[in-house]
């Protein structure tokens, strides 16, 4: 009895002196939280360059506006501890002084302000007329971007067959926003701009925090970086390494036959696992 007892008492006292919650506090640290924040990146095992038996370099295409892909899209402007992966590396290469690359090979660095002419959002001087003086002025205008205009992704990966583990595996190693948008009294339709490529490696410790929608439950938020590793998107293959200047699938099929064609490619790759086996 004197246990029940000590053990009420015990509970009253910590009731009394727990501090207040509001709801916005309740709110945030179960929708933003905080501990997300210091979450690390899974570190990938060692692979020895001597084990790996055969590899093939690809690129993938993701369509972002796609339902499977929408995390990596949603939301076009920050809200409730997420953004978009486009924002998410634009603000890593600005704040977190990454490097971007202005080709898939990650040779050639690209400065932000080069980002920003790619996206049409470096500033301008225009002819403007003084309404207090009336005369003709030059005004310097501020670009603006729009990040929403990027809906596509490429990955660029390379598919290898581990000798020690005797099993088909995969890395990724760039990533590269596509924005898609139209010019003003042009006719030309839907343009493609490859914006800029990053090395996968280097933004893991970004991606590994940044929160992205879960559909199934607002309590358990994943990561762009879970997203990527545990292959949560869709995406068909539009280049493979080849002779012909690694041409793209789209320089020699179209349709159907490049539907075909990126099929082909990645069967032939799956294939490898399975012929390291004798039945």
Same mark, same amino acid.
């Not at 009253?12 to 929708?31: A, E, H, N």
């Not at 990955?155 to 139209?182: G, H």
């Not at 990126?262 to 390291?276: H, P």
């Given at each position: 009895?004197?246990? +029940? ?36 990146? +899974? ?170 929608? /879960? ?51 990645? /069967?032939?790759?799956? /294939? ?8």
């Amino acid at each position: 009895m004197t246990k +029940i007892l000590l053990a009420l008492l015990l509970l009253l006292v910590g009731t009394f002196f727990c501090p207040g919650q509001t709801s916005k506090t309740f709110f945030d640290s179960v929708i933003k939280n905080p501990d997300h924040d210091e979450k690390a990146p +899974i570190v990938l095992p060692y692979v020895d360059p001597s084990d790996v038996i055969w590899a093939r370099t690809i690129i993938r295409e993701l369509v972002l506006r796609e339902k499977m892909n929408l995390p990596l899209y949603y939301p076009t402007r920050p809200m409730d501890g997420r953004m978009s992966l486009i924002d998410m590396l634009l603000k890593g290469i600005q704040k977190s002084f990454k490097t971007a690359y202005a080709d898939d090979e990650l040779q050639t660095p690209v400065s932000y302000d080069e980002i920003l002419s790619r996206f049409g959002g470096q500033s301008d001087t225009i002819t403007k007329r003084n309404t207090v003086t009336g005369e003709m002025e030059k005004v310097v205008v501020e670009g603006e971007i729009h990040t929403d205009e990027v809906k596509r992704l490429l990955i660029k990966e390379l598919w290898y067959v581990n000798r020690k583990t005797s099993r088909l595996e995969v890395r990724i190693i760039a990533l590269c926003p596509v924005r898609e948008y139209t010019k003003e009294d042009s006719y030309d339709g839907i343009l493609k701009s490859q914006l800029f490529w990053v090395d996968y490696g280097e933004f893991r410790d970004l991606l590994s925090k940044q929160k992205v929608f /879960n559909s199934a439950n607002d309590a358990v938020r994943l990561s762009f970086d879970d997203i990527f590793l545990k292959r949560y998107f869709s995406s068909r293959i539009i280049q493979e390494s080849n002779v012909y200047d690694n041409r793209t699938i789209s320089s020699y099929a179209v349709g159907m036959d490049a539907v075909l064609e990126s099929d082909r490619i990645k /069967n032939e790759i799956f /294939n490898q696992e399975q012929d390291l086996w004798q039945y």
